[in-house]
């Protein structure tokens, strides 16, 4: 009997190792790793990411495991070349397809649906 409870006890435990915490962005900043003007910073507290690219964009997201969802995003409105302009509302799309990420050695990877953005921790 003894045998047997030992060997559970064992499972239950390396289980318990195996299984990962997700990683915490509170308070962290980064910037797109192709696009130093384009940034994300993280408050977990509140569940709520801000940065900028050519306005300044805010919103909500929830995480859950490794999995992230990015809630409607708004921002500031202040008019710009039409190629910025441009890349703003891809960048703005890019993030609603996001469905997972990892974060490793200071480079944040968000992807989802044909979508991966990699960041540089500053």
Known sequence: MKKVLLTLVAALM????SESKPVSLNGKNFVLAN???????FDTKANKFA?????NYF????ID?????FGPIASTM??????????EQAYFQDLNKVTTYS????IL?????????????K
Do not use: F, R
């Not at 940065?51 to 306005?55: C, Q, T």
């Open 109 to 121: 990877e968000l992807k989802g649906n044909g979508v991966s953005l990699k960041y540089l921790e």
């Open 78 to 87: 202040m008019a710009g070349p039409e190629a910025e302009m441009k890349k």
């Open 65 to 69: 495991k490794d999995t992230i969802k």
């Open 51 to 55: 940065g900028k690219v050519l306005n």
């Open 35 to 41: 696009d130093s003007a384009i940034t994300l910073s």
């Open 103 to 106: 974060l490793k050695d200071k």
């Open 14 to 17: 390396l289980n318990a190792c």
């Open 59 to 62: 919103g909500t997201y929830t």
